[in-house]
């Protein structure tokens, strides 16, 4: 059964802090992992899909990462609007279509 | 273009009361899908459909149906509401293999 699993659940850091964000997944024949933002009150946004172990992903201060287990979202210096809940999602080839996500991680970044 | 809407935003209902929540989508995506969301769980699949007239049952469907008649539209039926079903529901769309986009939500309460 597809399986994905984020840490932590919750993280601070100051600004300017680079640090990263695990998604460890359990697919049977990976057809595709997401990465999301959410703003409190609202749906979740869209960041990057990544469908191959090695693949990498970059927007403004955000890099996405993928091996054959487990995807890293580095976010690198910061700054207070990154704040948000990113949660991480996977298809894989055993259901088609089913995309399921993990528990999400709460960045908070104070000034 | 609108995307993916969802209705109502916002319902208050009584225990063993029935509703439908609506979500429309503009897109022509095969893919639709149903989550709710509850404080520290992430988003957890319902349902979801790979194409119109067929649907399939997610991480969490007891007390759920769903149809899909045609193709833009993915309705979400609460025959009995029960207070366990206060949450918040989102649905989504995608194609074959790609990213989803989110509706807005609907937030339910169930007294």
């Known amino acids: 059964e597809d399986q994905v699993t984020q840490s932590p659940e919750a993280l601070r850091l100051q600004e300017g802090e680079s640090s990263s964000l695990n998604c460890s997944y359990t697919?049977?024949?990976?057809?595709?992992l997401f990465w999301y933002r959410q703003d409190p009150g609202k749906g979740p946004e869209f960041l990057f899909t990544?469908?191959?172990a090695g693949e990498e992903k970059e927007k403004e201060r955000l890099k996405a990462t993928l091996t054959k287990k487990e995807s890293f979202l580095h976010i690198t210096a910061p700054k207070p609007e990154d704040s948000a809940t990113y949660l991480c999602?996977?298809?894989?080839?055993?259901?088609?279509?089913?995309?399921?996500f993990g528990q999400g991680t709460t960045l908070q970044v104070k000034p | 273009n609108a995307g993916v809407t969802q209705t109502p935003k916002f319902r208050v209902l009584k225990t063993g009361q029935s509703m439908t929540l609506l979500c429309a989508q503009d897109?022509?995506?095969?893919?639709m899908y149903w989550y709710r969301q509850d404080p520290g769980m992430g988003l957890r699949l319902i349902h979801y459909?790979?194409?119109?007239?067929?649907?399939a049952k997610g991480e969490v469907p007891d007390g759920y149906n769903v149809s899909r008649l045609k193709k833009q539209n993915f309705l979400l039926g609460l025959e009995s509401a029960a207070p366990s079903q206060t949450s918040v529901y989102f649905c989504?769309?995608?194609?074959?293999?790609?990213?989803?986009?989110f509706g807005q939500g609907t937030r339910l309460t169930v007294v």
């Open positions: 990544l469908y191959s």
């Open positions: 459909s790979v194409g119109e007239g067929t649907t």
């Open positions: 999602a996977v298809r894989g080839s055993s259901n088609t279509g089913k995309l399921i």
């Open positions: 897109m022509n995506h095969e893919y």
């Open positions: 697919v049977s024949g990976l057809r595709g």
């Open positions: 989504a769309s995608s194609r074959m293999d790609t990213e989803a986009f």
